[in-house]
């Protein structure tokens, strides 16, 4: 998995108004706290830190006031419209120490072409060292029929991580595709339209 170290600063004034300010100065607010630490308020440079998130579960190295801290991303926010960062927690961990994480979950293999692979979970939760979590995880769906699925239990784990997820969760489904043909309705034959409009003609004859 990816190690990023990353340097910020410490956050002195706190509120929406202060946090706009962060933002418009190209920072991003974060909260770093764990293993009894008092929380630390600090702010991260919004460039560096979208592009270490890009990796699946990355470990920061937080450096504040010549003091680094190893970190996970726990919880991110975005800005719903421009889907910008807007706020992240950050738990401290330490090397050596299992934690609980939630992993992207691949395919491999060539299931039936007659169905259509739904991917009911993307991600399982897994234990692992902090320092070896790692980036995705591997299910086969090879021979997969329509109307099969693979659970979290069929997932290939590597040595040193295990399961938390239960077992039995649906990860991906193979679905039957659809047998149905759409009706339309048929078009009027040519010159259909005509008794109804001699009929019409014939209504106005009658009452001159």
Known sequence: MAEITITGTRRTEFGKGASRRDRRSGLVPAVIY??????QHV???LREL????????????????????????KSVSRNPLTGVLAHIDLV????????K??????????HDVDGILEHVHNTIEVEAE??????????????LMAGQSRTAGDVTLPAGVTLVSDASVVVVHLSEKSTAVEETPAAP??????PAADAAD??????K
């Open 34 to 39: 764990g293993h009894g630490e008092a929380p």
């Open 43 to 45: 702010a991260l440079p």
């Open 50 to 73: 979208g592009a270490a998130l890009k990796s699946s579960n990355v470990l920061l190295d937080v450096v504040v006031d010549g003091k680094t801290e190893l970190t996970l991303p």
């Open 92 to 99: 401290i961990v330490r090397r050596g120490e299992r934690v």
């Open 101 to 110: 994480v939630e992993v992207p979950v691949h395919t491999v293999g060539k």
């Open 130 to 143: 902090a320092t070896s979590i790692p980036a995705f995880l591997e299910v086969n769906v090879d021979g």
């Open 189 to 194: 034959a040519e010159g259909a339209a005509a």
């Open 202 to 207: 014939a209504a106005k004859e009658d009452n």
